[in-house]
């Protein structure tokens, strides 16, 4: 992976992580009052810190995989590889799990038909991915010293 890319691919993910980190605040601001009174279902709304955690760390995790792909002089290139296959699958995990979000928060306040749509469609977004996702991780890799085509 070239180095401008790796250091794009390192904003993106800190961006990501600092935006699920203002979704978490403001669901926990929204919601906390109705967990409190007892107006949400507290399984829901537990689930909903879990899937925004999962979705945080893994855009976390993925920006120090793409930060150690820019670290040319550091790794070799099957190492710079290896940590950009990481930061794509902690991209792709946060991504799944930041787009689960809002089923689940609907679920919560119990909008139940608007939560199933949005599980549908992020259920297509999951087969999208399970489809296509080998794909792009095939492209990436396939030359022959292991570096990455960009």
């Given at each position: 992976?070239?180095?401008?890319?790796?250091?794009?691919n390192?904003?993106?993910?800190?961006?990501?992580?600092?935006?699920?980190?203002?979704?978490?605040t403001?669901?926990?601001?929204?919601?906390?009052?109705?967990?409190?009174?007892?107006?949400?279902?507290?399984?829901?709304?537990?689930?909903?810190?879990?899937?925004?955690?999962?979705a945080?760390?893994?855009?976390?995790?993925?920006?120090?995989?793409?930060?150690?792909?820019?670290?040319?002089?550091?790794?070799?290139?099957?190492?710079r590889?290896?940590?950009?296959?990481?930061?794509?699958?902690?991209?792709?995990?946060?991504?799944?799990?930041?787009?689960?979000?809002?089923?689940?928060?609907l679920?919560?306040?119990?909008?139940?038909?608007?939560?199933a749509?949005w599980?549908l469609?992020?259920l297509?977004?999951?087969?999208?991915?399970?489809r296509?996702?080998p794909?792009?991780?095939?492209?990436?890799?396939?030359?022959?010293?292991?570096?990455?085509?960009g």
């Amino acid at each position: 992976m070239e180095k401008d890319l790796a250091a794009a691919n390192v904003n993106r993910s800190y961006q990501l992580t600092a935006i699920s980190i203002a979704i978490f605040t403001f669901m926990l601001g929204f919601l906390y009052p109705r967990y409190a009174s007892g107006e949400v279902n507290s399984l829901l709304f537990q689930a909903v810190f879990v899937v925004m955690g999962l979705a945080t760390f893994s855009f976390l995790f993925a920006a120090l995989c793409f930060y150690a792909t820019s670290l040319q002089d550091r790794f070799d290139a099957a190492r710079r590889a290896s940590y950009a296959r990481y930061g794509n699958l902690f991209w792709l995990a946060g991504t799944t799990m930041l787009l689960l979000a809002p089923s689940v928060v609907l679920a919560t306040v119990g909008l139940v038909i608007v939560a199933a749509f949005w599980f549908l469609l992020w259920l297509v977004f999951v087969v999208f991915m399970i489809r296509n996702f080998p794909l792009v991780l095939l492209e990436h890799t396939d030359r022959q010293d292991g570096s990455q085509t960009g």
